[in-house]
T-cell receptor, first 117, second 113 residues
Framework: AQSVTQLGSHVSVSEGALVLLRCNYS??????LFWYVQYPNQGLQLLLK????ATLVKGINGFEAEFKKSETSFHLTKPSAHMSDAAEYFC?????WGGGSQGNLIFGKGTKLSVKP | EAGVAQSPRYKIIEKRQSVAFWCNPI?????LYWYQQILGQGPKLLIQ????????DSQLPKDRFSAERLKGVDSTLKIQPAKLEDSAVYLC???????????FGPGTRLTVL
């Protein structure tokens, strides 16, 4: 069964500093991996997704993530944090349909990002 | 393009009462999902529909939760009777197909007293 572990429930960075949010996954089949962002009182918005093409995935708002199979990781980064990046970030995994998955997303517990001025 | 609509946005009920949530997906999206998001946790799938058929309801507490998507468009999720532990945000998402990007609605925040 697939699972996702997000290291750190809270991360605080200064404006302009590097953002690094960690995600490790467990999957018995080649995974599809996602990062979503959730602003207060809003639904989830897709930041980026990995679907077995390029291992370095670029998303919206300057975020990117690198798929590392050997480390079973899919960490999210942004070179320079903005105040508007303050939100909760969720990593999710969906098994490839060849493995019998129905496309369900299995989410991590989330990491709340705070950005200090 | 209109997004996923959900109503109500907030609901407060007492335990043992019943409650219903409504979701209208993006037009043309065949797949509809209901997720439960408890405070401090990631969303957890409750039920997945493909058109008006159920694909996965393995994590739906069927003794108290029910959901339907009769015409393959909008959907309702019902809880009867509610328990304290049902306090959560209920998110609806839709996608064009099973393996496409899921688009989420704003959610319904349920508080059970």
């Amino acid at each position: 069964a697939q699972s996702v572990t997000q290291l750190g429930s809270h991360v605080s960075v200064s404006e302009g500093a590097l953002v690094l949010l960690r995600c490790n996954y467990s999957s018995s089949v080649p995974p599809y991996l996602f990062w979503y962002v959730q602003y207060p009182n809003q639904g989830l918005q897709l930041l980026l997704k990995y679907t077995s093409a390029a291992t370095l995935v670029k998303g919206i708002n300057g975020f990117e993530a690198e798929f590392k199979k050997s480390e079973t990781s899919f960490h999210l980064t942004k070179p320079s944090a903005h105040m508007s990046d303050a939100a909760e970030y969720f990593c999710a995994v969906s098994a490839e349909w060849g493995g019998g998955s129905q496309g369900n997303l299995i989410f991590g517990k989330g990491t709340k990002l705070s950005v200090k001025p | 393009e209109a997004g996923v609509a959900q109503s109500p946005r907030y609901k407060i009920i007492e335990k043992r009462q019943s409650v219903a949530f409504w979701c209208n997906p993006i037009s043309g999206h065949a797949t509809l999902y209901w997720y439960q998001q408890i405070l401090g946790q990631g969303p957890k799938l409750l039920i997945q529909f493909q058109n008006n058929g159920v694909v996965d309801d393995s994590q739906l507490p069927k003794d108290r939760f029910s959901a339907e998507r009769l015409k393959g468009v909008d959907s309702t999720l019902k809880i009867q009777p509610a328990k304290l532990e049902d306090s959560a945000v209920y998110l609806c998402a839709s996608s064009p197909g099973i393996h496409n990007e899921q688009f989420f609605g704003p959610g319904t925040r349920l508080t059970v007293l």
